[in-house]
Structure formats: C-alpha cells, structure tokens
C-alpha cells in the first residue's frame, strides 16, 4: 500500500515554520554588513558599533520575518499541488501487460510500484518491479510507459574500465567495493539502512516564537507592506514622470494614427516615390502590435539593395513624429514585392521608449 504523497495543510505549514526557523538561524550568524568590516574605524565608532550592528540585525530580521510570511501559503499551495500531482501519476500508472521470466518464460508479477520523481531531464514516472512465479533471476523493472529499466555496467572514474564488485552486509550497514579489472583502481561505498530517529530541537519552538508570525499577524503586516510599496511606487512614477517630462511633453505630441490614418498617409507619399499598391496585413497581437505590409516597386530599373534603401527612408521620414515605427529587422525584396513591419505604440511608457 502506498503513502498518499499529499499531506493535510498543517504538515506544510509546520514543514514551512521548519524551514524559517533555519533559515533565522543561519541569518543570526552573519556577521555585520560590509559597512562595518571598513579597515579604518574611529573610536568613537567602535563603541557604537555593537549598537549598530544589533540594531541592524533586529530590523533586517523583522523584515525578513515579514518577507517569509508573505509567500508561505503561495509556497504551501504549490507544494500541496506538487504532492497531488504526484499522488494522481501513482494512482494512474497503469502496469506494463505480458512480462515474461527470461528463464522460464511463465509470467511475471508485480511486486512493488515506486514512483519516481523527475530528474536528469525525465518526468515523474512509476516503476513496476516484476518476479517470477518460480523465484528464478533476474527480477525485471518497467517504467508506466513501457520502457524497461536497465542497470547501467560501472566503469572505473579513472581508466573508464570495466570494475568487479563486492557485496558485504554488516546489520544495516551494506559495503559496497568496486575494484577496477585494467587499473586495479578500489572504490568503496557505504549504505546505511538503519532508521535514525530525529533528534529533538529543544529550541525550535521558543524560536518558532522569534521568527515565525501567526497568520494574523503576518497578514496584517503583509498587508501594511504591500500598501507601503504601492504609495512607493507611485512617487517613483511621479518622480520619474518629474525627471523626464521633456520626454513626456514630447510623447503627448506625437500624432497618435489609427490604422486607417496611417493607411492615408503612407499611400500617397509612397505613390509619390514609385512605391504602389500597399497592403496592410492582419495585425500580430502580443505584447507589441506589429502590422505586416507589403508593397511593389514600379521602377523596373532600380536594384533590390536600392529599392529597399528607399522604401526605408520614405517610411522612415513619414511616420516621424507619429506613434509608429519600421521595425528593425528592415525589409525583403523579392521580384519587386518589398514586405516589412510596422510597429504601433500605445502606452504611455512604450510611447516615452519610442522618443527616447
């Protein structure tokens, strides 16, 4: 019978309370910022200091405590999910049909189901470990997908030879030694199997105290934190706006042309340079608006290079001072079609890049 993956909601939360205790503790062991680790120091500053540093130190913690309890029920509802997911792999996997013993042919059955967590690039999946009805050897392994799971031969991590292997068990204790066929090389790997109790932490919970904040308390100070970066945020926008409002008078000014108006606009001075016949494709729509064109040269004696040289400076010049741009990847020619790109600003912010 397999342990349900998933656990009730306490077990993350003190599973979580666990690791910011250790996280606290690892902290309080930091020495002071470099601040204080000048060469040079006057005497008078040295007796502060202690002062300043424990002062530092209980303010980075307070905040940091603060910082904690803000992603743990994130942190907890994707582990939650993680273990669920887990939980849902096992309990679909279906089991590989028709194994044969390589002996006897008869078929296999399962004995064991283990789930195996994604790494190296593999996805989590389940393995089925196979016995024969009549004990014979070897015991074979398939993954839910059907593939087969092979022992990889050891090589030796000098000479990459072929090595030889003892088993020796002693209680818990198995002592495995690999020795090189070609080198002689002797590799020596301890598995101990016994079950070590976890030791009481006799402080955990007088620190739990310290460093943790009950759910009341954090939400409340999250709450006053997120309130204290949104009034941060906009005097940073307000400042910024302060600082360049050259740059935002200039963006206020720009001719901001719909697609129909920068239709009108383009068509009779692209006309004018033997460009005819623009089309304006379906827009791409993303994070940027970006509307594909094409266009065809009426010159039968001008070269693509120049061609394209010139449909650049006439688009170029005419969208000056508008809220669109060619894009930089230029255009293509090809038997006299020329296709390229255009860019349309909207926001604020995108329009300040664009005067930029």
């Not at 100070?221 to 050259?246: C, N, P, T, W, Y």
């Amino acid at each position: 019978m397999n342990e349900k993956y998933l656990k009730p909601y306490q077990y993350y939360a003190d599973l979580y309370d666990k690791f910011t205790v250790e996280d606290f503790r690892r902290f309080e062991k930091i020495t002071a910022p470099d601040v204080f680790e000048q060469k040079e120091h006057s005497e008078d500053f040295d007796k502060v200091r202690p002062i300043l540093e424990k002062t530092w130190s209980n303010v980075a913690i307070e905040i940091k405590k603060v910082e904690r309890h803000r992603y743990k029920k994130k942190t907890i509802a994707e582990w939650m999910k993680r273990d669920e997911e887990y939980d849902k792999v096992y309990e679909d996997a279906q089991q590989p049909s028709h194994i044969q013993c390589l002996e006897c042919k008869r078929m296999m059955f399962v004995s064991t189901k283990t789930l195996e967590m994604e790494f190296d690039k593999k996805p989590t999946r389940v393995l089925f470990m196979f016995d024969c009805p009549l004990g014979h050897l070897p015991r074979r392994a398939f993954y839910s997908d059907g593939q087969e799971y092979r022992i990889e031969p050891k090589t030796c991590v000098k000479c990459h030879s072929s090595v030889s292997d003892t088993k020796e068990r002693n209680g818990e204790l198995l002592t495995i030694t690999d020795t090189c066929k070609k080198c002689g090389h002797v590799e020596v790997t301890e598995f101990d199997f016994s079950t070590k109790e976890e030791k009481p932490d006799p402080d955990f919970l007088k620190d739990r105290e310290r460093f943790c904040l009950t759910d009341e308390e954090g939400d409340k100070a999250v709450g006053e934190l997120i309130s204290f970066e949104a009034r941060m945020k906009l005097l940073d926008d307000a400042q910024a706006k302060s600082e360049k409002h050259e740059l935002y008078d200039k963006a206020k000014l720009l001719k901001k042309l719909t697609i129909v108006e920068l239709e009108k606009l383009l068509v009779p001075v692209l006309e004018q340079a033997s460009f005819i016949k623009l089309t304006l494709k379906e827009p791409q729509i993303n994070k940027d608006f970006v509307l594909p064109f094409i266009v065809y040269d009426s010159k039968p004696d001008r070269t693509d290079a120049v061609s394209c040289s010139d449909l650049k400076k006439v688009i170029t010049e005419t969208l000056s001072g508008t809220n669109w741009k060619l894009m930089s990847d230029g255009v293509m020619y090809r038997m006299g079609m020329l296709e390229g790109r255009l860019r349309g600003y909207e926001r604020e912010e995108d329009l300040i890049k664009l005067v930029e």
